[in-house]
């Protein structure tokens, strides 16, 4: 059985940074990709960033570049997004996605709350 499961949301002021974390479990984990989405209140769920199945390819959205980035360990089985000058819009919940063989796994979200 395949388990996503997001950490590391919160609330934090203007301009600071937080990681968050996904731990899959369930899969080989370097045979997946692995993305980020966030749902803002009111709002349809977004795309954030994504990461290759090896590491080396990397994609943004254009409302997080430069400012997030994203990794992966594969020997952790594990997901990062490092999010560095943050923005009262940023404020979403923030969703991991593995997909794999074109199915889509998701966590439930972590929460991540900017103050201005």
């Known amino acids: 059985q395949v388990h996503v499961v997001e950490s590391g949301g919160g609330l934090v002021q203007s301009g600071g940074s937080l990681k968050l974390s996904c731990a899959a479990s369930?899969?080989?984990?370097?045979?997946?990709?692995m993305g980020w989405f966030r749902q803002a209140p009111g709002k349809e769920r977004e795309f954030a960033a994504s990461?290759?199945?090896?590491?080396?390819?990397?994609y943004y959205s254009d409302a997080v570049k430069g400012r997030f980035t994203i990794s992966r360990d594969n020997g952790k089985n594990t997901g990062y997004l490092q999010m560095n000058g943050l923005k009262p819009e940023d404020t979403a919940v923030y969703y991991c996605?593995?997909?794999?063989?074109?199915?889509?796994?998701w966590g439930r979200g972590t929460r991540v709350t900017v103050s201005s």
């Open positions: 369930g899969l080989p984990f370097s045979g997946y990709s």
């Open positions: 990461i290759s199945w090896s590491g080396p390819n990397t």
């Open positions: 996605n593995a997909r794999y063989f074109g199915v889509n796994y």
